[in-house]
């Protein structure tokens, strides 16, 4: 089984600004995080990307058809306004999770809007880098058991 994990712009810069929101660990720390316990399933691949282009995360999801079978993705500030991430989502048809560090309905009201949520099969927020283990836990098993 492959899943790909997408994270959106300045994510990249975790760990080095605003540790009181997002915590105080980098992405790298993160993805090795999620790396690891992904070794406690023997048929799972993990793929990271990180891009702060619209259009690239789109390719990325398209990219996906045919190769990946499911995705977790972070689309961070893009996730309040991205009509052309929730059509790629909804357009290839892969079971995705959306993720967020912080908790996105107990900030700013244009915070609370995610366009990409409602074509995603589930949402975490608010528990920091453990949301993505979470939902890689829910993930699997939502494809394990063929999508129920
Ligand atoms: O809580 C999340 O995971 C967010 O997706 C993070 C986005 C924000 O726009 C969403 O509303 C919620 C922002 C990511 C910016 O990350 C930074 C990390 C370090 C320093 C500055 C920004």
Do not use: W
Request: hydrophobic share 40%; proline share 3%; net charge negative.
């Amino acid at each position: 089984m492959k899943i790909l994990i997408i994270n959106g712009p300045n994510l990249n810069m975790l760990g080095r600004r605003e540790p009181e929101i997002y915590g105080s660990t980098t992405l790298s720390d993160i993805e090795a995080e999620i790396l690891e316990y992904s070794k406690k399933y023997d048929d799972v691949q993990i793929e990271f990307f990180q891009s702060n282009s619209e259009g690239q995360i789109v390719d990325k999801i398209q990219a996906c058809l045919d190769n990946f079978d499911g995705i977790i993705i972070n689309p961070a500030a893009y996730t309040h306004t991205s009509v052309a991430i929730r059509d790629a989502i909804k357009a290839v048809n892969l079971p995705v999770v959306e993720v967020h560090l912080s908790n996105i309905n107990d900030r700013e009201e244009f915070r609370k809007i995610s366009y990409t949520a409602p074509v995603c099969i589930g949402q975490i927020t608010g528990f920091g880098k453990d949301g993505y283990k979470a939902a890689l836990f829910c993930l699997i098993s939502h494809i394990k058991c063929n999508n129920c």
